[in-house]
């Protein structure tokens, strides 16, 4: 019996291991596009190119992708188990999920280069308003990948969008401590 609940316990140790990868690392997230991509090679170099990243990563990924069941191995060859993820607080804590995100940020901006699209916008509003548009980008998100997928577009593309209040609510409305 203690063996089984000490098995049990690396078992979860190891599959929270890998879920913590999938959700903090580029790499792991990347392959999982990839895998959708019409002219996907389940060769490890093939990813390893397209993504600028060693074999030994993509193998990582790989592997750590099939066993969360998030991609399946089926005729020499990877395949997607959902068309569409979008990780919010229902599936992960919000302490897990901006984990995750303070992880993946610095990633994504570190691939930026002159030629990609970014923006830092400052500006008004509150949890009300953010409650509102937020949903909004996540759609427009969807959006894009569906009509990429009808395209039959290939190129993997990474979005960091964070909501930080910087003002003190105490001095807000002309107020001061």
Known sequence: MELQNTTNTIQQDAKNFQTNQWL?????????????????????????????????????AFEGLE?????????????????????????TTKAELLDSHTKLAPQILSNLTTNDKFTVQFFRGNDALLSKYTPKFIELYKQMNEE???LGLTEIIASEISFAKLTNKAVLNGGVQ
């Not at 997230?29 to 990243?53: G, I, M, T, Y």
């Not at 020499?76 to 599936?91: A, D, E, G, L, R």
């Open 67 to 91: 066993s969360l069941g998030l991609i399946k191995k089926e005729n020499n060859t990877y395949k997607p188990v959902f068309n569409w993820m979008q990780v919010t607080p229902i599936q």
């Open 148 to 150: 990429a997928e009808k």
């Open 24 to 60: 903090g690392n580029w790499i792991w997230r990347s392959v999982q596009c990839l895998v959708e991509c019409p002219d996907f090679n389940a060769s490890p170099k093939w990813s390893s190119q397209k993504l600028n990243v060693s074999v030994d990563k993509i193998v990582e």
